[in-house]
């Protein structure tokens, strides 16, 4: 398994951005599919962006239909950590972030203890 701190959030006029990052601890950080979730109040847990590598240094990713175009999920595997820049952000982005680490397919086993990011209208 893999430890993650996330790190980053805050309060953001909408429009505004933000960078989070998720480090993480263990040799085979560049094995694992990481993700970033987020949970608002009174609403289900959503995945809102996924990075992993293929084969040598081919990066995938994806996105949730809430944030493509305005997200970007990256890693930097000599740090061991995954970055979420968010961007064009809006009051219905608020929410903890997660970031969490799937060491086969999206079976993410592993969990960050989330940070808050609050969106302002």
């Known amino acids: 398994q893999v430890q993650l701190v996330e790190s980053g959030g805050g309060l953001v006029q909408a429009g505004g951005s933000l960078r989070l990052s998720c480090a993480a601890s263990g040799r085979t950080f560049s094995m694992y599919r990481i993700g970033w979730f987020r949970q608002a109040p009174g609403k289900e847990r959503e995945l809102v962006a996924a990075v992993w590598w293929s084969g040598g240094r081919t990066e995938y990713s994806d996105y949730s239909d809430s944030v493509k175009g305005r997200f970007t999920i990256s890693r930097d595997n000599t740090k061991n950590t995954v970055y979420l820049q968010m961007t064009s952000l809006k009051p219905e982005d608020t929410a903890v972030y997660y970031c969490?680490?799937?060491?086969?397919?999206?079976?993410?086993?592993?969990w960050g203890q989330g940070t808050q990011v609050t969106v302002s209208s």
């Open positions: 969490a680490a799937a060491p086969v397919g999206y079976d993410f086993s592993s």
